[in-house]
């Protein structure tokens, strides 16, 4: 055979493998053999073994551009060519996404034209003998729409929190959602799981250290693979209270007042301190002041407050909304008006009855004022009067005090049972108590004629001393002598009238003073004396002031000087002179005015 012909035949053989290559059977290591009018033989290593194939999954839930890769394998011809197709679930037909003719055979998936839900994909690796193998398929999902927002809670949260989400652009997408926790720096687990519109769940935030911690709300297919990831959240958690105490302000308290508070809290800090108050007995407290930061102190103007005594506390909250209340301190006093009391009475000297009055001032309350004397430079003090409601006042009669320098003070006594006493005023009191009456009574046979059985009295404004009348006497019956006189021209101006007085029964003077008769009826010079008998009793005045009452009773004629008595026609009025000698029971003198016989006159004499 030429050399020419010889090449020919080598070509026609190339050429045959290599349509083989591409359409015939998959053959093994044949030789094939040709003759023409040479002979020759070539030898062909044909590849009839498919190459692999894989696709790496893209993860379970995609977006946007996608990188697909691919790892095809053929140990004998090598790889022509790989093909990406995918397609819904559920749907039969596999779309193209890419061809791919080189390493490192990967390819893009512009998923923004895909509608968002699952999807399967799978690779086609052909060799370049023509074998072909089709890879695993592998699931995804596209969600370029889907998107979740958690709610956030309350950045400091304490008890059981509602935790919520929103799921947006989810589309016709199978899903549920799943609420994660993780301590900051730590791993997620599931707080709640499975969740359904509308996404709320319940976090029992006591079950969990305080402190920080990240929650996330993740949108899952409904093969449980994420789709969508919220943003993180960061809250505290605190359910430890805070602790509180009050320091003692003091007392008494008037005016802006500053109180100091400690207060401090762990986890999620102090949020603010309120100071408490309330008035001893009284079951409601109220807020006086608030501190939002630190030193925790405000003022409290108690001049707002009713004065008395207060319980006061103070009550700290953190930012979680955890409440500590301090101990009480208290009772403190509040006195924004302190107590006070003055005595009031007329100036000069005092006689009578006199006015006495107090001012009187506190902020708590009174309780009474007492109105009080006692003789100046003594510490015993006599109630005036006591008093429990304004006005505050009384009147002292003087009359029944002794002459001299008197004290005069009121003491208070507040709502609190504290007691305050005024400022002590002096004054002096001049009082002379009087003669008050004189009277002669009929008690003989003759009207108008002195003999036994008859009876003289002497009346006295007040009550009256008997030893300052006859030393000695307390007033019960006492022999004297009874005395009716001739005065002579002498004894009044001139004028020539009779006199009635008392001796003792040896004639020593009784201090029950001089009465002029005004009659004429013993002879000049001549006089008559009755053996009689004294007594002292007490009656009450008009006024209610007791009085002393002298009676002298007429017993037997004791002796007459050159005549007897004779029998008075006319009823003059009758005037005693009182002795300066007589005093009272508190020792004030007995003026000596004259003192007109008043009432009916049964004249004896």
């Given amino acids: 055979m ?118 399967a994909l799978r690779a086609r690796a052909v060799d370049k003998a023509g074998n072909e193998a089709t890879s695993a398929v592998v699931r995804t999902t596209v969600a370029n729409r889907a998107s979740i927002v958690l709610t956030a809670p309350s950045s400091t949260v304490r008890g059981t929190v509602a935790l919520a989400a929103d799921v947006r652009e989810v589309g016709a997408l199978p899903h549920t959602v799943r609420i994660e926790r993780a301590p900051v720096g730590g791993a997620f687990t599931t707080l709640c799981d499975s969740l359904s519109s509308p996404y709320a769940c319940s976090w029992d935030t006591t079950t969990v250290t305080p402190g920080a911690h990240q929650l996330r709300a993740v949108v899952l297919d409904a093969a449980g693979r994420a789709v969508a990831t919220s943003a993180t959240v960061t809250v505290t958690t605190d359910n430890v209270a805070p602790s509180v105490a009050l320091t003692d302000p003091s007392s008494p308290l008037k005016g802006v007042r500053p109180f100091a508070v400690t207060a401090s809290d762990a986890h999620s800090g102090v949020a603010r301190v309120v100071v408490q108050g309330t008035p001893v007995g009284a079951a409601a407290w109220r807020d006086l002041c608030t501190a939002t930061q630190s030193p925790w102190g405000c003022s409290v103007d108690t001049t707002a407050l009713a004065d008395g005594q207060w319980s006061f506390r103070a009550m700290a909250t953190d930012l979680a909304g955890n409440s500590t209340t301090s101990a009480v301190v208290g009772p403190r006093l509040i006195e924004n008006v302190a107590p006070t009391v003055t005595v009031d009475v007329r100036t000069g000297s005092l006689s009578g009855t006199v006015p006495v009055s107090a001012t009187a001032t506190s902020g708590v309350g009174i309780t009474s004022v007492r109105l009080q004397v006692a003789p100046a430079g003594s510490s015993t003090w006599t109630d005036l009067c006591t008093r429990t409601a304004a006005p505050w006042s009384c009147v002292w009669n003087t009359t029944r005090v002794a002459n001299g320098q008197w004290s005069l003070r009121a003491v208070m006594v507040d709502g609190l049972g504290r007691t305050t006493t005024s400022t002590v005023v002096t004054r002096s009191v001049a009082v002379t108590f009087l003669g008050a009456d004189v009277q002669s009574a009929n008690g003989g046979d003759t009207v108008g004629r002195s003999e036994t059985g008859d009876s003289f009295t002497y009346t006295f404004s007040h009550e009256v001393n008997p030893a300052s009348i006859l030393a000695g006497w307390n007033g019960q019956p006492r022999a004297v002598i009874a005395r009716v006189r001739d005065t002579g021209s002498s004894y009044f101006s001139g004028s020539d009238e009779d006199v009635f007085d008392v001796v003792t029964t040896n004639e020593a003077p009784i201090n029950l003073g001089v009465v002029n008769l005004k009659e004429d009826y013993i002879l000049a010079g001549r006089s008559a004396q009755f053996d009689s008998t004294m007594t002292a009793t007490t009656v009450a005045g008009p006024d209610g002031t007791p009085r002393t009452v002298v009676t002298i009773s007429f017993g037997s004629l004791r002796a007459w000087h050159l005549t007897a008595p004779k029998t008075v026609s006319s009823s003059s009025t009758m005037v005693w002179t009182p002795s300066a000698l007589v005093t009272d029971t508190v020792g004030r003198p007995l003026s000596t005015a004259p003192v007109l016989e008043t009432g009916p006159l049964d004249r004896e004499f």
């Avoid at 993860?59 to 093909?83: L, M, N, Y």
């Fill in 2 to 119: 030429t050399t020419t012909a010889r090449n020919v035949s080598v070509l026609a053989v190339a050429l045959l493998l290599a349509v083989l290559a591409v359409h015939g059977p998959r053959s093994s290591s044949a030789i094939f053999t040709s003759s023409s009018q040479a002979v020759s033989s070539v030898t062909a290593a044909a590849d009839w073994t498919p190459p692999t194939v894989t696709v790496t999954d893209p993860g379970p839930s995609v977006s946007g551009t996608v990188t697909v890769r691919t790892t095809p394998t053929d140990a004998d011809s090598g790889i022509a060519r790989v093909v990406v197709e995918g397609r819904p679930t559920g749907a039969s037909a596999w779309q193209q996404v890419c061809t791919v003719t080189a390493a490192p055979w990967t390819c893009s998936l512009d998923t923004a034209g895909l509608t968002d839900g699952e999807y």
